[in-house]
Structures are given as structure tokens and as C-alpha cells.
């Protein structure tokens, strides 16, 4: 089982960067994807969730309308397209799958992708 986030990066603030999730190993249609996210010296947080569909989507406040989550089961990716980035985006970001089945649950994680947005 893999999950292997790409495109963090240095960005100035305002600016946008899309972040992708590149699944194997796992039957990916199968899983609510999410992103969370890790800032110095702070809690990891959910960011965004996505149904296994792609039709149901989630965001915690400070993302809608700025961030969006998106998932393509027919390359077994998550995006997620964060626009108007600011400081406090500086984080590392992680991809989550998860499956529920009754009351057992399946976790896998990303190593994590790096995004610094200067001021």
C-alpha cells in the first residue's frame, strides 16, 4: 500500500499550488480520501474530505472557497487545488484513505508533502 503526495513547494502569498495523491496497492473507489495538514509546533487538522464517489465533499471553514478537494478513481488520485494561499497554509500536508467497514476501520497514510507560503 502506497500513498505518495507531490507538488508542495515555496509559494508567495495569494498565490496557488494543486497537490496531488497518487494511490496503489488498495482498491482506491473504495475509500473516503481526505488531506490533512501538520504546521510547525501545532496539531495535525483536517482539511478536506471526499467521498469515495468524488460526490460528497467537506472543508473545514478557513478552506471553503479556497481550497478544493478533488478525486479521479480512474488514475487512483486526490487533488487538492489550494488558491489564495496564505502564511498560516504553511504546513505539511498529508493524504488520508479511509474505509469503515461497521466498526472496523482501514488507515492508510502519505508520507506527507511540504508547502511554505511566504509573505
Known amino acids: 500500500v502506497q500513498l505518495v503526495e507531490s507538488g508542495g513547494g515555496l509559494v508567495q502569498s495569494g498565490g496557488s499550488l494543486t497537490l496531488s495523491c497518487a494511490a496503489s496497492?488498495?482498491?482506491?473507489?473504495?475509500?473516503?480520501m481526505r488531506w490533512y495538514r501538520q504546521g510547525p509546533g501545532k496539531e495535525r487538522e483536517l482539511v478536506a474530505t471526499?467521498?469515495?464517489?468524488?460526490?460528497?465533499?467537506y472543508y473545514i471553514d478557513s478552506m471553503k472557497g479556497r481550497f478544493t478537494i478533488s478525486r479521479d478513481n480512474a488514475k487512483n488520485t486526490v487533488y487538492l487545488q489550494m488558491n489564495s494561499l496564505k502564511p498560516e497554509d504553511t504546513s505539511v500536508y498529508y493524504c488520508?484513505?479511509?474505509?469503515?467497514?461497521?466498526?472496523?476501520?482501514?488507515?492508510?497514510w502519505g508520507q506527507g508533502t511540504q508547502v511554505t507560503v511566504s509573505s
Open positions: 488520508n484513505a479511509l474505509r469503515s467497514l461497521g466498526s472496523f476501520q482501514t488507515n492508510y
Open positions: 496497492g488498495f482498491t482506491f473507489s473504495s475509500y473516503v
Open positions: 471526499i467521498s469515495s464517489t468524488g460526490r460528497s465533499t
